[in-house]
């Protein structure tokens, strides 16, 4: 059960395409966002939909993987953790974020179209 502690898997659509470092010594750092959806139907049974953003960030052979293969909009399925972090910015405010650190990705196939 340790290994389920701190464990996420997201299925959703990328909202951009991935934005990618390579760091000193030739690791490679890919950011990128990925919306999921849920829809429920309401108390007067109308159909809702609730999008959420998600804040990803892949290392290195991942983060190849994901510039190599990630554009806007595409379908992926997502296994991470969580990470916190915070930084001041410009004016000093203390700023807060939250992402998931993407360990595994998969690339769900398009739809054919007919």
Avoid: C
């Avoid at 007067?44 to 953003?53: L, R, S, V």
């Avoid at 595409?74 to 000093?92: F, I, S």
């Amino acid at each position: 059960m340790y290994a389920l502690k701190n464990k996420v898997q997201l299925i959703g659509n990328l909202g951009n395409a991935p934005e990618v470092k390579t760091l000193d010594g030739g690791k490679k750092m890919a950011r990128f966002s990925l919306a999921t959806n849920e829809t429920y139907r309401n108390a007067k049974g109308e159909k809702i939909t609730e999008t959420q953003w998600h804040n990803m960030i892949a290392w290195g052979k991942v983060a190849e993987i994901a510039e190599k293969y990630l554009t806007k909009g595409k379908e992926v399925v997502v296994e991470g953790k969580l990470v916190n972090r915070n930084y001041t910015d410009k004016e000093g405010n203390k700023k807060y974020i939250t992402e998931v650190q993407v360990n595994e990705l998969l690339l769900l196939s398009e739809k054919a179209k007919a």
